[in-house]
């Protein structure tokens, strides 16, 4: 049992940085692959970021260059910092752990989730 408490999230200008935690209780978290989705209002979940259990980090083309994806396994948490942030960018984001080890992109994948942080952009 994986569980996952995320924090960063807020209201920031387009053009502003922040700093995502997906914290993780367990003591198997180096064993799991660490995803970020996000999902706003009448849209689906969206792909944004994965990262392996060897720290091997696959993004989506709409965050590639401006969001880095990194993990402390031995800290349990993962981060996502997110740079240059747009309007588009607005969204609630989730973490969330899947016992494939590789980086899934597909949500179906992932076993465990937290319940998310709103990030919001404004222009």
């Known amino acids: 049992q994986v569980q996952l408490v995320e924090s960063g999230g807020g209201l920031v200008q387009a053009g502003d940085s922040l700093r995502l935690s997906c914290a993780a209780s367990?003591?198997?978290?180096?064993?799991?692959?660490l995803g970020w989705f996000r999902q706003s209002p009448g849209t689906q979940r969206e792909f944004v970021a994965t990262?392996?259990?060897?720290?091997?980090?696959y993004y989506a083309d709409s965050v590639k260059g401006r969001f880095t994806l990194s993990r402390d396994n031995g800290k349990n948490i993962a981060y996502l910092q997110m740079n240059s942030l747009k309007p588009e960018d607005t969204a609630v984001y989730h973490c969330?752990?899947?016992?494939?080890?590789?980086?899934?992109?597909?949500?179906?994948?992932?076993?465990?989730w937290g319940q998310g942080t709103q990030v919001t952009v404004s222009s």
């Open positions: 367990g003591r198997t978290f180096g064993f799991y692959s």
């Open positions: 990262i392996s259990k060897n720290s091997n980090a």
């Open positions: 969330a752990a899947s016992r494939s080890g590789l980086g899934p992109v597909s949500h179906s994948v992932y076993d465990y």
